[in-house]
């Protein structure tokens, strides 16, 4: 494959840091992304002394509104083209949507959904220009259903999915890839910052860790495979919902997302 370079956002840690190492081993050059200036040059460090790639550390808040045309232009300054862009930056909330916080609840929006369609804008057609490169959005198994108890979470990853399966039809024949990437539970940070180590969802099984994620993610969007769900229990549990009762399932979604 020809060398190039992927922007990959939340990439100071977890799923986005081992994509990071996916994506380098590779071959391709890498601009790294996450609020973590220190943590950001640390990874771009272990990278390049790993797979001799450079690695370019751009940070940025993408939970702002504007965020992610902001790091499109802040990578722009910098002269570095995007041929990949893996949308991994996520964060989710746990709890009752009536008394949450109404800046955590928005900002969610701003990072899950906003600031990649902004990203997405600002590469896309470029892409389809040349033929090459392609999209990477990490979801979740969230985007399969409705989510009482993290609502707006669940919802926003509805949309990731919705958004990157039309992108995959709107690619057909141009070369250009569309993944979404959709973890079950996942071994990172995630869970602390969310607060879902506190809910019944600890309960079901260990997570899985976060390299064997990057690396089924990264397999599957080589295939340029449309939906990419990580684990055999996942995979089972997305392809019943559909055929499910709505109200069954939103009971058990409700029971995982209770708390302890
Ligand atoms: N872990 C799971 O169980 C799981 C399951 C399904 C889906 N996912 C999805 O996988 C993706 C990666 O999550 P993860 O598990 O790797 O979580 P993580 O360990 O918490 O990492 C999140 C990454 O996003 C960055 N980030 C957070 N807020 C940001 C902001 N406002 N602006 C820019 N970057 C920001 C973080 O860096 P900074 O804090 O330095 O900004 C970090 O690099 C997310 O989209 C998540 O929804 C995770």
Known sequence: MAKLTA??????????????????????????????AMALDRVAGEITAKFGVTVTPVPGDLAVQGGGTALAAAIAARDLTIDILVNNAGVGAAGAFAGSDSAAQ???????????????????????????????????????????????????????????????????????????????PTASEFRQRAGTDKTRLVTLGTPMPAAECARLGYAGWAANRRVVVT????????????FLPRAMVLKMVRGMMAPL
């Open 7 to 36: 922007l990959i956002t939340g990439a100071s840690t977890g799923i986005g840091r081992a994509l990071a190492d996916e994506f380098a081993a590779a071959g391709h050059d890498l601009v790294i992304s996450a609020r973590d």
């Open 106 to 184: 928005l900002g969610m929006i701003d990072l899950n959904d906003r600031a990649l369609v902004e990203l997405t804008l600002v590469y896309w057609p470029a892409m389809l220009a040349a033929g090459r490169g392609g999209v990477l959005n990490v979801a979740s198994t969230s985007a399969f259903q409705p989510g009482p108890l993290m609502a707006v979470y669940y919802a926003s990853k509805a949309f990731l999915l919705s958004f990157s399966e039309a992108l995959w039809e709107e690619a057909r024949g141009t070369g250009v890839k569309a993944s979404c990437l959709c973890p079950g």
């Open 231 to 242: 684990g055999g229990r996942n995979r089972l549990m997305a392809a019943l919902v559909p």
